[in-house]
């Protein structure tokens, strides 16, 4: 059993950055792949970033170059690095943990473990 608990959600401009973390409980957190979602209002969940128990990432096209995904095993944390934030990054941002360390899904239904989200508003 994992639990999740993301922090660093805000409102910030357009442009700005923000640092989501996402703190695990548990001894296992280093096997598994770890990901953040968001689910913008009236819209379902959509996948934002990966990253593996081996350290490989994958991103949602609109985000690559702009997010950074990390983790650091030693605390269990996951972090999410948003940078040149836009209007469309208001949502939702959720973490969530699969148990299949080895490799990254987009469908939310292969992460077993959630967290309970924080929000993200770029706003002027």
């Known amino acids: 059993q994992v639990q999740l608990e993301e922090s660093g959600g805000g409102l910030v401009q357009p442009g700005g950055s923000l640092t989501l973390s996402c703190a695990a409980s548990?001894?296992?957190?280093?096997?598994?792949?770890m990901a953040w979602f968001r689910q913008k209002a009236g819209k379902e969940r959509e996948f934002v970033a990966a990253?593996?128990?081996?350290?490989?990432?994958e991103y949602r096209d609109s985000v690559k170059d702009r997010f950074t995904i990390s983790r650091d095993n030693s605390k269990n944390t996951l972090y999410l690095q948003m940078n040149s934030l836009k209007f469309e990054d208001t949502a939702s941002y959720y973490c969530?943990?699969?148990?299949?360390?080895?490799?990254?899904?987009?469908?939310?239904?292969?992460?077993?473990?959630w967290g309970q989200g924080t929000q993200v508003t770029v706003s002027s």
């Open positions: 969530a943990a699969s148990r299949n360390g080895w490799q990254i899904s987009g469908l939310s239904l292969n992460y077993a473990y």
């Open positions: 548990g001894r296992t957190f280093s096997s598994y792949t």
């Open positions: 990253m593996t128990s081996r350290g490989r990432t």
